[in-house]
């Protein structure tokens, strides 16, 4: 059963940077597509950035700023966040999707504020 536990989150003032990590275990990494999302008090849950299969792909909220990536190595996802906005306050949440399987690890909250 695939496992995801995600850190790196934390309180940040706008205009600064934080990383995101998502520690991946119970499966092969290299199988699946892996995912950030967000949510936000009283909103949707919403993509912001996806990997799989060499590829990449952001929303214009965030694209310019955010970079995802993942070290097949030690079998870790991470988000790098630039230039951090408010509207970028949110619960962050790693996903790993195969054909059958869709996984979510517990959230790390990120706020941006001054």
């Known amino acids: 059963q695939v496992q995801l536990v995600e850190s790196g989150g934390g309180l940040v003032q706008p205009g600064r940077s934080l990383r995101l990590s998502c520690a991946f275990s119970?499966?092969?990494?290299?199988?699946?597509?892996m995912g950030w999302y967000r949510q936000a008090p009283g909103k949707q849950r919403e993509l912001v950035a996806r990997?799989?299969?060499?590829?990449?792909y952001y929303p214009d909220s965030v694209k310019g700023r955010f970079t995802i990536s993942r070290d097949n190595a030690k079998n870790t996802l991470y988000l790098q966040m630039n230039n951090l906005k408010p509207e970028d306050t949110a619960v962050y949440y790693c996903?790993?999707?195969?054909?059958?399987?869709?996984?979510w690890g517990q959230g790390t909250q990120v706020t941006v504020s001054s």
């Open positions: 119970g499966g092969r990494f290299t199988a699946y597509a």
């Open positions: 990997i799989a299969y060499g590829t990449t």
């Open positions: 996903n790993a999707r195969t054909i059958d399987v869709d996984s």
